[in-house]
């Protein structure tokens, strides 16, 4: 899709999919969800119009821009550092919110990625597998940060037991659901939270 310049249509799909979503399950009020968020690509940063383009297909649906978190990857967001940080910082000046995806998977520069306008840190699986100070250290960093943290890929038991006294403030992971398709996703949430 990259190669063949269509993942920016993708992008603005995806997005105009989890609109009519929120527009039709109201899942703030519905589910009690905080946010929904959604991956973007590397070439959604290298297009200028493209906070326009999201800002008025949110506005055609009447969502707030805060209620949607764009994810980027670690990667991403350290390739073209100053494209990167302008195009956030449009998004942010329009509603927009930011997760880093994937932490830990990359080689970034920490000080650029805490330099970068994000509200979220999803910590990579790869990390529980490591130096249990280094994941706490990260924790309480981000913690101290005002960033609210995830841990990404908790699939077992075991897993969940070994961070559960750490400053996490969410675990994502198969232990607790597998991917749904939208109908599952509503029946799953309306059924857990």
Known sequence: A????L??????LVVEKVCQFI???NPKESLGLEYLSVNLSAAEFMNTQMPKQMTEL?????IDPNFIVFEITETV?????????ACMQEYRTRGFRFAL???GTGYANLSQVVSLPFSIVKIDRSLLFGSIIVLEDLLHMFNRLGLTNIIEGVETI????LIRDMEIDYIQGYLYANPLDED???KFIKHHN
């Open 23 to 25: 527009a039709h399950n």
């Open 101 to 103: 995806d994937d932490f």
């Open 7 to 12: 993942v920016l249509q993708m992008d603005l």
């Open 2 to 5: 990259e190669k063949n310049g």
């Open 184 to 186: 599952l996703f509503y």
């Open 158 to 161: 075991e897993q969940a037991e």
């Open 58 to 62: 949110l506005n055609q649906y009447q």
């Open 77 to 85: 967001a350290t390739v073209s550092y100053d494209i990167v940080s």
